[in-house]
């Protein structure tokens, strides 16, 4: 059984930082892609940024190029996302989730079979 952990969200002022974790258990962790997708308040899912089951290959949407980055550590278990540069638009319930397969085309469609509770990140003076 697939679960997803997700902590470290919270509040952070506009130019912040925060860092998120995902603690996984339940499958093979290091066996498949992971991404991080977040829902801001009256809008739908935005996927935000993907990995690669090896860590080898990083993909994010344009919102949030260049301020986050994502990363993945096989030996804990765990996905992480930096988040630097903070803007208010940033706000929103952040998700981890499980990737079908090791090594998808982010360009697509993905299908995900796992997914987090979601951690709230609110970025705000």
């Known amino acids: 059984q697939v679960q997803l952990v997700e902590s470290g969200g919270g509040l952070a002022q506009p130019g912040g930082s925060l860092r998120l974790s995902c603690a996984a258990s339940?499958?093979?962790?290091?066996?498949?892609?992971m991404s991080w997708a977040r829902q801001a308040p009256g809008k739908g899912l935005e996927w935000v940024s993907g990995?690669?089951?090896?860590?080898?290959?990083?993909y994010y949407a344009d919102s949030v190029k260049g301020r986050f980055t994502i990363s993945r550590d096989n030996a804990k278990n765990t996905l992480y996302l930096q988040m630097n540069s903070l803007k208010p638009e940033d706000t929103a319930l952040y998700y981890c989730?499980?990737?079908?397969?090791?090594?998808?085309?982010?360009?697509?469609?993905?299908?995900?079979?796992?997914w987090g509770q979601g951690i709230q990140v609110t970025v705000s003076s």
């Open positions: 989730a499980k990737d079908r397969v090791a090594t998808p085309n982010y360009s697509d469609l993905v299908p995900r079979d796992g």
């Open positions: 339940g499958f093979t962790f290091s066996n498949y892609a």
């Open positions: 990995i690669w089951s090896d860590g080898s290959n990083t």
